[in-house]
């Protein structure tokens, strides 16, 4: 027997380019079933996490046959385009790869905040570690919807020096002549490239170091990052 009514329709409504059977078929609850109040929240999670809706309701209403639920959605705008205001540089085509959203495409969230992250992450690599991302969303009328990434790239993280610690066999003048990470020279530094701190430039030149202990017969020595 069962302990309370069966759900006899669901009925989605406010879709309006996402098709009902889209939605239908992620839901867990079935026609047929018994009606658990407590399983409504992880339905909302469930077709929120299909990246298409801005809100998400799930409503009953009685039936003759028991009980109809009643999902009402609001889509996501359509982004139409998609732009990049304040980079000098930093390519345009070097940030579009960055991006998760896509134009012509629904408008999610999470890939907004993902990308925002990604480009920060960008900047950070080219040693850019104050820089700022802000994403603004403008209505273009109709569901539709322009997205702007704003970038406040801030000023480069010079190198002041270059310190080694614990290398008691090898001079530290040697191992700076092995690796790119260089101390800023206003004179050379916009010319060479160098002088900047880099992240993934770090990493390479721990290698180096390794490699350079590993050709004077210390091939166990150890070698961290930086602080």
Same mark, same amino acid.
């Given at each position: 027997?069962?302990?309370? &009514?069966?759900?006899?329709?669901?009925?989605? /409504?406010?879709?309006?380019?996402?098709?009902?059977?889209?939605?239908?078929?992620?839901?867990?609850? @079935?026609?047929?079933? $018994?009606?658990?109040?407590?399983?409504?929240? =992880?339905?909302?999670?469930?077709?929120?996490?299909m990246g298409y809706f801005e809100d998400v309701?799930? *409503? +009953? *209403?009685?039936?003759?046959?028991?009980?109809?639920?009643? $999902?009402?959605? @609001?889509?996501?705008?359509?982004?139409?385009? #998609?732009?990049?205001?304040?980079?000098?540089?930093?390519?345009t085509d070097k940030l579009k790869e960055e991006?998760?959203? /896509?134009?012509? +495409?629904?408008?999610?969230?999470? @890939?907004?905040?993902?990308? $925002?992250?990604?480009?920060?992450?960008?900047?950070?690599?080219?040693?850019?570690?104050?820089?700022?991302?802000?994403?603004?969303?403008?209505?273009?009328?109709?569901? /539709?919807?322009?997205?702007?990434?704003?970038?406040?790239?801030? &000023?480069?993280? /010079?190198? @002041?020096?270059?310190?080694?610690?614990? =290398?008691?066999?090898?001079?530290? *003048?040697?191992?700076?002549?092995?690796?790119?990470?260089?101390?800023?020279?206003?004179?050379?530094?916009?010319?060479?490239? +160098?002088?900047?701190?880099?992240?993934?430039?770090?990493?390479?030149? #721990?290698?180096?170091?390794?490699? $350079?202990?590993?050709?004077?017969?210390?091939? =166990?020595?150890?070698?961290?990052?930086?602080?």
């Amino acid at each position: 027997l069962s302990d309370g &009514p069966v759900i006899s329709s669901i009925d989605i /409504r406010g879709n309006k380019r996402i098709e009902s059977e889209n939605i239908l078929a992620k839901m867990g609850i @079935k026609i047929g079933e $018994v009606f658990s109040a407590t399983r409504i929240p =992880n339905e909302i999670r469930t077709i929120f996490g299909m990246g298409y809706f801005e809100d998400v309701q799930l *409503e +009953t *209403e009685p039936t003759a046959d028991g009980v109809g639920l009643v $999902v009402v959605v @609001k889509e996501n705008s359509f982004v139409t385009d #998609i732009y990049y205001d304040g980079h000098e540089n930093i390519k345009t085509d070097k940030l579009k790869e960055e991006v998760a959203v /896509r134009v012509n +495409t629904f408008l999610d969230q999470n @890939k907004v905040e993902e990308s $925002v992250k990604a480009l920060r992450a960008l900047y950070r690599g080219d040693g850019y570690y104050d820089a700022t991302v802000i994403p603004v969303i403008q209505s273009t009328g109709e569901d /539709r919807s322009t997205l702007t990434f704003y970038i406040k790239e801030g &000023p480069l993280a /010079r190198i @002041k020096h270059v310190d080694f610690i614990g =290398n008691h066999k090898i001079p530290a *003048e040697e191992l700076r002549g092995g690796i790119s990470t260089q101390k800023y020279k206003f004179l050379t530094s916009w010319l060479s490239g +160098t002088g900047t701190y880099k992240k993934d430039e770090i990493s390479n030149d #721990i290698e180096r170091i390794k490699d $350079v202990y590993a050709n004077k017969g210390f091939l =166990n020595a150890k070698v961290g990052m930086p602080d």
